[in-house]
């Protein structure tokens, strides 16, 4: 079984920046889109980012467009979003979460997920 682990989550002002990381725990695994959802108290979780396999490919939420840039280093085995010009309303747990097929946007399409890590911007 494949476990993404994120970091970098935190507390940061509005209009700051954070930089979530993704990888597996234990064993390398090959992916192919990855991507990164998030879940704010009493909402569903959400799609904000993401990326093909080799990365030429990206596709972002319209609430996040401009602002969140997604990445990925399969060298490292390692995704990121990076998060700018951050907003109360980006306060959410972010899930890194990596797909078999080819392309997904779908929650219901991604194959393994992360435990979450908590993004807070105050205002």
């Known amino acids: 079984q494949v476990q993404l682990v994120e970091s970098g989550g935190g507390l940061v002002q509005a209009g700051g920046s954070l930089r979530l990381s993704c990888a597996p725990s234990?064993?390398?695994?090959?992916?192919?889109?990855m991507g990164w959802f998030r879940q704010a108290p009493g909402k569903e979780r959400e799609f904000v980012a993401a990326?093909?396999?080799?990365?030429?490919?990206?596709y972002y939420a319209d609430s996040v467009k401009g602002r969140f840039l997604i990445s990925r280093d399969n060298a490292k085995n390692t995704m990121y979003l990076q998060m700018n010009s951050l907003k109360p309303e980006d306060t959410a747990v972010y899930y890194c979460?990596?797909?078999?097929?080819?392309?997904?946007?779908?929650?219901?399409?991604?194959?393994?997920w992360g435990q979450g890590t908590q993004v807070t911007v105050s205002s």
């Open positions: 990326i093909s396999r080799t990365g030429a490919w990206s």
């Open positions: 979460a990596s797909s078999l097929r080819q392309w997904a946007v779908l929650r219901g399409n991604y194959d393994y």
């Open positions: 234990g064993r390398t695994f090959s992916s192919n889109t």
